[in-house]
């Protein structure tokens, strides 16, 4: 498929793990089901009494913090009398954060917002509840759980980028293969941890070639960095000439800021989705529900869009979408990559001794 809009409504996530990891598992959805069944106005007004009498709702998540903080200010001016505590975390630290309160028998979160790493932990820890947002019905069904356990948020779209003052539009890369041209020989960097993105290559190209194409890159002198944002940032400032992985929306901020930068349509582009879920024994599972409720939201997901998110709405537009027009970008299984993370991780340092 060559449009986003296609790559919503085609992607085919893998869920038959996650229905088994919760088949037996009790849930604060219980706490919920008497909604069930309901009108959407009698529903909308039992779930905001419950969760004003809660007062708040509790979210882990890895947003910047202009960003998480514009979500809960447009959730509390819709819901007044209802704050949200947020807390901010890394990927990895969500995840040892999550472990750590799930060994002692009490998650502090209602929400938790992650990625596969994250999704993964919560199928081993048994704490998602089932939940069903009315603001799904928008959705594309591979976009949420068949068992109500999981859904989309919005999406992170990774990109070449490279600086335009030292590129010029004919060198611009538009194959993978276009990487391994003498141009870059020790011109490019990449992020030492670009785990995700060698698996996505794995699932698309298989292991011979894609070994190849890693091995090619590693010929290449590649400059290793942590971290995409700072790699972008590098990129900004003239240090490489480009980097091989990074998020578009980075890219796309950079640009409206002046910065001489521009991102590669090498085909394909992959797509790497943010995940939602209720936690089973949310402290406070009505506003726990109505945050997500409204995360969903075409209100919540113009949020998103505005500060340069792709929204998983197929109603809600985003700058991201527009510039991507016509290109090739694919979904890989993000879970599948989550549970080989750690072998992901071994290989690639295998192929490139200097990402250490």
């Not at 919920?32 to 007004?45: F, K």
């Not at 596969?116 to 932990?121: N, Q």
């Not at 109500?148 to 010029?168: A, D, E, H, T």
């Not at 293969?177 to 670009?194: F, I, V």
């Given at each position: ?69 514009a979500l809960s200010a447009g959730f509390t001016k819709q ?106 020989k020790s011109k490019m960097a990449m992020d030492s941890q ?163």
């Amino acid at each position: 498929m060559t449009m986003l809009r296609a790559v919503l409504g085609g992607v085919l996530l893998t869920v038959g793990l996650l229905t088994a990891a919760f088949a037996d598992a009790a849930q604060s959805g219980d706490a919920l089901s008497a909604l069930e069944g309901l009108a959407p106005t009698e529903r909308l007004a039992r779930l905001g009494a419950g969760a004003r009498a809660e007062g708040e709702a509790a979210i882990y998540l890895n947003l910047d913090p202009i960003v998480a903080n514009a979500l809960s200010a447009g959730f509390t001016k819709q819901y007044p009398g209802i704050k949200v505590q947020i807390g901010r975390f890394s990927g990895a630290s969500i995840i040892a954060r999550v472990e750590t309160e799930a060994r002692a028998g009490k998650l502090s979160a209602d929400v938790i917002m992650s990625g596969e790493l994250g999704i993964l932990v919560l199928i081993d820890r048994g704490v998602m509840a089932r939940y069903r947002s009315p603001s799904l019905a928008a959705y594309p069904e591979n976009f949420r759980d068949k068992d109500g356990f999981w859904n989309v948020n919005f999406l992170n779209i990774l990109v070449p980028v490279y600086n335009s003052r030292l590129v010029s539009k004919d060198e611009v890369p538009q194959r993978l293969e276009d990487l391994l041209r003498p141009r870059w020989k020790s011109k490019m960097a990449m992020d030492s941890q670009s785990y995700y993105w060698f698996g996505a290559l794995l699932q698309h190209l298989g292991e011979d070639a894609t070994v190849k194409l890693m091995r090619g890159l590693n010929d290449q002198n590649l400059h290793h960095v942590r971290g995409r944002r700072l790699l972008t940032q590098l990129i900004a400032a003239g240090e490489y000439d480009l980097a091989i992985e990074t998020n578009l929306n980075t890219v796309i901020s950079l640009m409206q800021h002046g910065a001489p930068v521009g991102f590669a349509p090498v085909r394909p582009l992959f797509l790497r989705p943010s995940f939602l879920f209720l936690t089973r024994a949310a402290p406070h599972p009505h506003a726990g529900a109505l945050l997500i409720d409204y995360l969903l939201s075409e209100e919540g997901q113009k949020i998103l869009a505005a500060h340069d998110r792709t929204p998983a709405h197929p109603r809600v537009s985003s700058r991201e979408t527009q510039v991507l027009k016509g290109l090739e970008i694919k979904m890989p299984d993000p879970l599948d990559i989550g549970r080989r993370y750690a072998a992901l991780g071994k290989k690639y340092t295998e192929l490139f001794p200097g990402a250490k």
